[in-house]
T-cell receptor
Framework: AQSVTQPDIHITVSEGASLELRCNYSYGATPYLFWYVQSPGQGLQLLLK??????LVQGIKGFEAEFKRSQSSFNLRKPSVHWSDAAEYFCAVGPRMDSSYKLFFGSGTRLLVRP | EADIYQTPRYLVIGTGKKITLECSQT?????MYWYQQDPGMELHLIHYSYGVNSTEKGDLSSESTVSRIRTEHFPLTLESARPSHTSQYLCASSESYTIYFGEGSWLTVV
């Protein structure tokens, strides 16, 4: 069965520091991969997605993610965190052969930013 | 990006009441979804639709029901709300394997 693992429940970084959020998936074939961000009391906003091609993808708000097939990982990075980046981040996978386009989500990583 | 509108955003109701959470999208997407999210937890798919007159149950069992009479509208109904239904409900639609979410409806049943 497919699964998405975000091993870090909470991460705290200082403003201006770099950030890496981890995501590992278990699936029979490489799925479509996504990162979403959720601010308190809000819905989910799509940060970036990977379908194929270049394994380093750029997203909004200065985020990027790298797909590593050998490690079944899709880690999210940002070189310099801003206080407004404090939020919950969700990794998600979508099976390629599923015409419903359903997504399976990880349990999320809460990012706290120190001034 | 898709424009997806959910109403109400926040609702507190008594046990046994019937409620409908509204969801509309303006982009003409065929596929729409309802996810349920408890505070601080992951999202679980409870319903989805391929298009008009098509609805399917998701991976998480839910006592709610949905309908899809128009492409742009995908309401979710609870016939008799219970405290266990307290949660956030997120509506979404998709285009080309990318899912876009609304702002969510926070439901509290007292």
């Amino acid at each position: 069965a497919q699964s998405v693992t975000q091993p870090d429940i909470h991460i705290t970084v200082s403003e201006g520091a770099s950030l890496e959020l981890r995501c590992n998936y278990s699936y029979g074939a490489t799925p479509y991969l996504f990162w979403y961000v959720q601010s308190p009391g809000q819905g989910l906003q799509l940060l970036l997605k990977y379908f194929s091609g270049d394994t380093l993808v750029q997203g909004i708000k200065g985020f990027e993610a790298e797909f590593k097939r050998s490690q079944s990982s899709f880690n999210l990075r940002k070189p310099s965190v801003h206080w407004s980046d404090a939020a919950e981040y969700f990794c998600a996978v979508g099976p390629r052969m599923d015409s419903s386009y359903k997504l399976f989500f990880g349990s999320g990583t809460r990012l706290l930013v120190r001034p | 990006e898709a424009d997806i509108y959910q109403t109400p955003r926040y609702l507190v109701i008594g046990t046994g009441k019937k409620i409908t959470l509204e969801c509309s999208q303006t982009m003409g997407h065929d596929k729409m979804y309802w996810y349920q999210q408890d505070p601080g937890m992951e999202l679980h798919l409870i319903h989805y639709s391929y298009g008009v007159n098509s609805t399917e149950k998701g991976d998480l069992s839910s006592e709610s029901t949905v309908s899809r009479i128009r492409t742009e509208h995908f309401p979710l109904t609870l016939e008799s709300a219970r405290p266990s239904h307290t949660s956030q409900y997120l509506c979404a639609s998709s285009e080309s394997y990318t899912i876009y979410f609304g702002e969510g409806s926070w439901l509290t049943v007292v």
